[in-house]
């Protein structure tokens, strides 16, 4: 019978088979400790030269480390080995003698490893982030499936720009000129939010950004809800649980992963609401007084997020920006026209933003002075100018980065590692 590796506690004392590669070897003379991964986990297996054939034994003599093998033997529960369980070689086949594998237990600098991401992808380390982010994904969609919201994923390729012009991505687009792939499903979600209620997107996003930073990809996925009716402070309230309920399923359901990585628990456990929300004022007087400070009407930088977002245990809510450093669509604070409707939320232990959103603007003057004082082209925005004429009401989303919430929960440097293919500035291979 073929088994997954996680499965193994099921068939303790029973045959069964294993198809996978070999991870790991170890031998002395008469003994192999062949480690067996078939993508559900790493299985220890040993192989004694009188319980298996002359032939079996002699291959696994000369099996290469990432070679395809099917193994056949016993499971059996053993304390010490990983996981619990190990197996009893009965037989052992190779399917596939691989050449020498480049990825060696030695140390290799980040570039090599990038180069070579298709087979790094097979590390443990690797495997507990793409489960990670599996289990954000998860969480995520499940929490806002049963808050009632209606999935509508939104187009990639758009005629119009949402977070500014300069980090479009552009493509020739047959005879109607040019098409820009998508910064932002937000648009689209204000028009099916003004059908559905509530809703939200999910999908692949895209900035030609020239950051090269640890939080910038050049193609990322975001999860946006949109909901009808909602103000800031409700945003804010509906992000704050959502975050929570990631984090609790995260360390709940991935602790094994998070070990792997060696992540610290006892911090998830403190991404517990109430979240902290400064206002951008707050944020500032904050900064001054860490000897950073930064000029009224500029957005926080990376280095800014670090200070603030350092100085609290738990996520922390920035809101209310200067207008002039958001997007055309937020909403000004009707008792002050200077700032925003618009709340960031900042991950702890110096992480930084992994939500932007806030409320938008619903009036559709003011919404055709803002596009036209960002030198906006009406005619692109007729369809989404129309949602403030047929039943304009207050209305609010935000979008969570998966790769900034990945890095953050699991606790690691740069984000290139939370997705299983990164595009940076200077990477679009492999
Ligand atoms: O703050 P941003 O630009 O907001 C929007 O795009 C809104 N239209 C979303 C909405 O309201 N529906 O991006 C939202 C989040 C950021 O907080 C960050 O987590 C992530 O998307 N993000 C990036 N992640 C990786 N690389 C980049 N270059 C990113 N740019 C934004
Ligand atoms: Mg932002």
Known sequence: MVIRVEEAAAHVGKEVEIRGW????????????????????????????????????????GVTQESAIIVRGVVRTDARAPGGHELLVRDLHIV???????????????????????LWLRSRRQHALMRIRAEVIRAATEFLDRAGYLRVDTPILTPAAVEGTTTLFETPYFDLGRAYLTQSGQLYNEAAAMAFGQVYCFGPTFRAEKSKTRRHLTEFWMLEPEAAYMVLEEYMEFAEALVCAIAAQVTERRRAELGVLERDIAQLEKVRPPFPRLSYDEALARLAAAGKPLPWGE?????????????????????????????????????RPEVVLS??????EGYGEIIGGGQRIHDLRLLELRLHEHHLPPDVYRWYLDLRRYGSVPHSGFGLGIERTVAWLAGIEHVREAIAFPRLLNRLYP
């Open 22 to 61: 070999l991870h790991n070897k170890r031998s002395s003379g008469s003994i192999h400790f062949l480690q067996v991964r078939d993508g559900s986990g790493v299985m220890q297996t040993v192989m004694t030269r009188a319980e298996v054939s002359p032939q079996a034994f002699a291959a696994a003599d």
């Open 96 to 118: 596939h003698l691989a050449e020498p594998f480049p990825i060696t237990p030695k140390e290799h600098g980040v570039e090599f490893l990038m180069d070579h991401r298709h």
């Open 299 to 335: 957005d926080l930088g990376g280095d800014e997020e670090t200070v603030i977002s350092s100085a609290f245990d738990r996520p922390v809510f920035v809101h209310r920006y200067p207008a002039q450093c958001k997007a055309f669509y937020m909403q000004p604070d009707p008792t």
């Open 343 to 348: 709340a960031d939320l900042l991950a702890s």
